[in-house]
């Protein structure tokens, strides 16, 4: 498509359930990067992948945290037994390859908002 | 740590000129970003700065001041639909683990009225 296209758009999840949220990223685009926004808050990073490079995953803040991507595809990222606390607005992005130039902007996804009971 | 601080809110008037400031204390610098966020949306990219000066696009200019470890973005002849949010974020390694990950500011609301 034509931007980054995430899903779902909103999910409900009762406490201690896992969750995953996909995203699709910009087709050409091989960087790829989530992120979470917590109302009030700025953007965190979660995790980021680059073509075949093993993935920088210094941003989780867990180990009920995952995400795994597919080649320079789709990427997925899961929260096992969510607490309350993992409330946010989930942003993926994506990129060109910004390991040549620091100037490649990251674009947007809408998001999924997952709200815990 | 890093830390990226900006205005929680402003308020201007439409056909103004507002100037959102923005300073930043990171462990490195690799580049400074603007993003416009309206309310329930995706981040759309406004600027890059990485050299000091001004970056100029369109009604929208961006500066930077790497000695400084501050930065403004500078909107002119405003229109209502520039109500939105406006993110600062730095991109703060080199190289190595976090090298292409944004830190961003908590981001300013800016309200444009008639």
């Known amino acids: 498509g034509a931007g980054v296209s995430q899903s779902p758009s909103n999910k409900v999840t009762e406490k201690g359930k896992d969750v995953e949220l996909r995203c699709d990223p910009i087709?050409?685009?091989?960087?790829l990067y989530w992120y979470r926004q917590r109302l009030g808050q700025g953007l965190e990073f979660l995790i980021y992948?680059?073509?075949?490079?093993?993935?920088?995953k210094s941003g989780l803040p867990s180990d009920r945290f995952s995400a795994e991507r597919t080649g320079e595809s789709v990427s997925t990222l899961t929260i096992q037994r969510t607490q309350q606390e993992d409330s946010a607005v989930y942003l993926c992005a994506s990129s060109l390859d910004p390991t040549g130039y620091s100037n490649q902007p990251q674009h947007f996804g809408d998001g999924t908002r997952l709200s815990i009971l | 740590g890093q830390n990226i601080d900006q205005p929680t809110e402003m308020t201007a008037t439409e056909g103004a000129i507002v100037q959102i400031n923005c300073t930043y204390q990171?462990?490195?610098?690799?580049?400074l970003f603007w993003y416009q966020q309206h309310a329930g949306e995706a981040p759309t990219f406004l600027s890059y700065?990485?050299?000091?000066g001004l970056e100029e696009k369109g009604r929208f200019s961006s500066f930077l001041s790497r000695s400084k470890g501050y930065s403004y973005l500078l909107l002119k002849e405003l229109q209502m639909k520039d109500s939105a949010s406006y993110l600062c974020?730095?991109?703060?390694?080199?190289?190595?683990?976090?090298?292409?990950?944004?830190?961003f500011g908590k981001g300013t609301k800016l309200s444009v009225i008639p």
């Open positions: 700065n990485v050299l000091d």
């Open positions: 990171t462990s490195g610098f690799n580049g």
């Open positions: 974020a730095v991109r703060a390694a080199y190289s190595g683990a976090g090298s292409y990950q944004l830190t």
């Open positions: 087709s050409g685009h091989t960087a």
């Open positions: 992948f680059q073509g075949n490079s093993a993935p920088d």
